[in-house]
């Protein structure tokens, strides 16, 4: 392979403003101190450092090509990046032999690798089960104990603790955990091995010479990477979903210190503290917050009376924070920027279908195309951090008194802060599927679309672009998800938990794991859950129709009291049209206005701008975005004929843009707010994100924020005025059938026959976005290349 160079990141200055700054599509900012180092694929997991100083290795578990980067740092290169089928996390060079032990994900079982200078030989298997989904087993963390020729293996699916003889490559022994698993790691002081409980807040303490779980103690919520003391006599817990790290004490088993790891130590969930390195001397512990983008420093020379130092900022979305000599290595898992694909989704690999398709260039889907790097960061004195912790500050636009008291003006309808009332008293929150901006109103003449990339215009949604005429046009919206997995929990907690964002792209890769993400799962939800969790607490009244519904059934605890969910209402079912949804959604709505039991918080699911592709004997792609049209209006035409329309507003997003291009970015996606109290006729080119609309729906609600996001992100105040004008909606017939269905044996209907649409998503996106564009545009026609952006300014394209 071609190596890859150190590339150092651009300094003009030392001073706060100096460095290059790019802007993500959330409106947080990177600055990354050091060098960087592309790697070979996507979402790096994990780094291990060889015995011999020299050679160091990245395991990459990302959507895209499963690698294992080996690197050595005389020449500053990637020597050698291995294909591994499967593979997650778990990485651990022996001390005494030439070897590499990797887990091998759902294939269950570890991989060792011969270690060859700069190349890795071949490798052996130490089996734990078969591959999934017949045992279901998904090795995570491992560690090796080589004066006994252990190596000891942790699970997150059969949630176990597996024991092999390194020598043999036998098992020996398996213990049940009763908790999905993160990591291990080997004491040799006293012969124990830590076991953080990913999904249950607390360390299993296992004796390896008893072989017993002795015991357990209690850390906060998502404990993920540890590391010890070198006497072996504090052990310290990153907590993914808390924001901090625990401190524990081995003599006693007690947390003697929490360390608070954001910027501001009450903020709400967002930092994800996921990794954590000591240095050599004991004293300073570095910490990698995952969505703050930064390391955080601690010294922790005097355990239970640690203090902050201060923070360093990185690249995006850091999962692994390792010490080599005097410096400091970061695996950052969405690399350094919303990145350019200027080949789009695009229908490459699928030759067979598009015979013009240009193979010089690799697919660009927005769920593999945010390639990782290493960052390389010499360690800093107090200058160099106290200026590391000035950029992290400007980096992050969370602070407490944003969260105290928002963006806005005085006399909007979108209310600053608690205490605050606001006229608008109904609040609807409509979740499509899976559009960008482009693909849908790029035809909008007054906002910043390209014509070229338009797929569903005018002529397929009629009333999508009179409610943007009538009402606002937002054309610098973004989502903050990259797939539905985790736009989902975007959209409705503000977040999404480190479980997800590091699994989803298993289960969409095809490697294994079921869809986990929709609720079902209690290790996937955020700790202090979901805006329906935050209304009920508040005692806000609220109804569900359709999210988060597994086979019409209510996934939360908090949905599945009767008054919460409209039991008659379809969850994800792309048989099931829309128009249909809405019918449901309207007779509900009038017999609970006419007993003065209307909710003031509604959320509503309409998914079939998914579409199913060509999938034979399905509802066209034209005709299904079509009926998700005609449902929309209807269902705006509804709520703005009835009694509450003037105290009314209806939020409408796509949980994420993946499928499909956008000449700004791939990020870039459709929303609409729609209401009397909306400045009518106007364009908002404000950067908005998922977050945005979560922030404003709470300020009206009286709700907090849930995250640090939401609690950051700028409420569209902006396109809201303070004397409404109820001037209702008319709904616009559709202009195409809505029951068409796919008939035609195109090679594109021939692919769509094999599609997966049980779930949103199982469909590979960059294939379903071809496929589309080839049944709305002609078979023969070639898939456009959008021009994409790095997304660097408030205003992309403008």
């Not at 209304?535 to 988060?548: D, I, L, P």
Request: net charge negative; glycine share 8%.
């Amino acid at each position: 392979m071609k190596p890859y160079r150190l590339l150092p990141i651009l300094l003009l200055s030392l001073g706060l403003h100096a460095q290059q700054r790019t802007q993500l599509p959330n409106g947080w900012s990177l600055t990354p101190a050091g060098a960087s180092l592309l790697l070979s694929s996507d979402l790096p997991l994990n780094i291990a450092l060889a015995p011999d100083g020299i050679h160091a290795a990245v395991t990459n578990n990302g959507n895209g090509r499963q690698t294992i980067d080996l690197i050595n740092w005389q020449t500053q290169r990637v020597t050698a990046s291995i294909p591994i089928r499967k593979a997650w996390l778990g990485l651990a060079f022996s001390k005494k032999h030439p070897w590499l032990y990797a887990s091998g994900g759902n294939d269950d079982w570890v991989i060792r690798y011969t270690l060859k200078g700069d190349s890795v030989g071949g490798a052996d298997t130490l089996v734990l089960g078969r591959p999934w989904p017949i045992d279901k087993i998904s090795p995570t963390g491992l560690t090796l104990d080589e004066d006994h020729n252990r190596l000891y293996v942790v699970t997150k699916e059969d949630e176990a603790l597996y024991i092999f003889d390194t020598k043999t490559k036998q098992l020996l022994s398996r213990l049940p955990l009763y908790s999905e698993a993160y990591t291990c790691l080997f004491n040799t002081t006293n012969q124990q091995l830590y076991i953080s409980a990913w999904g249950g807040r607390k360390v299993f303490i296992y004796n390896t010479t008893t072989d017993k779980l002795e015991d357990s103690v209690t850390t906060e919520d998502h404990p993920t990477d540890m590391a010890l003391d070198k006497k072996g006599h504090t052990l310290f817990v990153a907590n993914a979903n808390s924001n901090s790290v625990s401190v524990i004490d081995i003599a006693s088993r007690k947390v003697i210190e929490t360390l608070h790891t954001a910027i501001s130590p009450d903020a709400p969930i967002g930092s994800t503290t996921n990794s954590l390195a000591l240095d050599p001397k004991d004293q300073t512990l570095y910490i990698a917050n995952a969505d703050n983008n930064c390391l955080a420093v601690f010294d922790v020379s005097s355990p239970g009376h640690s203090f902050s130092k201060g923070f360093i900022p990185v690249g995006w979305y850091p999962t692994c924070v390792r010490i080599s000599g005097n410096n400091l290595l970061v695996a950052n898992g969405k690399g350094m920027s919303s990145m350019a694909n200027p080949y789009g989704p695009s229908p490459l690999g699928h030759p067979y279908i598009y015979k013009k398709a240009d193979t010089s260039h690799r697919t660009q889907y927005l769920g593999s195309m945010l390639k990782g790097t290493l960052s390389v960061i010499p360690i800093p004195d107090a200058a160099m951090l106290t200026t590391y912790t000035q950029q992290v500050y400007s980096n992050t636009p969370y602070s407490q008194a944003v969260e105290q008291t928002a963006a806005g003006v005085a006399g909007n309808p979108i209310p600053r802060h608690a205490g605050e009332t606001s006229p608008i008293k109904y609040v609807f929150y409509i979740l499509k599927e899976n559009r960008t901006y482009d693909q849908v109103l790029g035809d909008l003449p007054q906002g910043n679309g390209d014509t070229s990339l338009v797929l569903f215009g005018r002529n397929v949604t009629p009333n999508a672009h009179s409610i943007a005429d009538e009402f606002v046009l937002l054309d610098n919206f973004y989502v903050d998800a990259e797939v539905s997995a985790d736009g989902h929990n975007w959209s409705m907690a503000g977040y999404a938990t480190d479980f997800t964002e590091k699994t989803w792209p298993t289960n969409y890769s095809g490697r294994g794991g079921e869809y986990d993400f929709d609720g079902s799962r209690p290790i996937a939800n955020p700790t202090k859950g979901f805006i329906w969790d935050y209304c009920h607490r508040a005692g806000v009244s609220f109804r569900n129709y359709g999210e988060f519904m597994d086979n019409g059934f209510p996934t939360l605890p908090v949905l599945k009291q009767k008054e919460n969910y409209c039991a008659a209402y379809p969850g994800w079912n792309l048989g099931i049209q829309d128009i249909r949804r809405e019918a449901i959604f309207e007779a509900d709505f009038d017999s609970l206005l006419r007993v003065g039991a209307l909710p003031h918080f509604c959320t509503i699911y309409l998914p079939n701008d998914h579409t199913s592709g060509l999938h034979k004997g399905a509802y066209s792609p034209i005709a299904q975005v079509a009926d998700n049209d005609l449902a929309f209006g209807r269902l705006v035409e509804h709520i703005s004929h009835s009694a509450i329309w003037d105290s009314a507003a209806i939020f409408v997003l796509e949980d994420d843009a993946q499928d499909g291009p956008d000449h700004v970015d791939a990020h870039r996606s459709p929303a609409y707010v729609i209401s009397p109290f909306i400045k009518r006729h106007s364009v908002n080119h404000t950067l908005y994100s998922t977050t945005s609309v979560l922030r404003t729906m709470e300020l009206i609600l009286g709700l907090p924020p849930m995250s640090q996001f939401d609690a950051a992100a700028t409420p569209m105040y902006s396109c809201f005025m303070s004397n409404p004008d109820t001037t209702a909606f008319i709904a616009l017939p559709a202009l195409v059938d809505i029951n068409m269905r796919n008939t035609g044996n195109t090679p594109s209907a021939a692919v769509s026959r094999h599609f997966d649409l049980s779930d949103p998503d199982r469909v590979p996106d960059a294939l379903l976005n071809a496929v589309l564009w080839k049944a709305i545009k002609g078979e023969e026609s070639p898939v456009p290349q959008p021009r994409r952006s790095a997304f660097v300014k408030t205003n992309p394209g403008r």
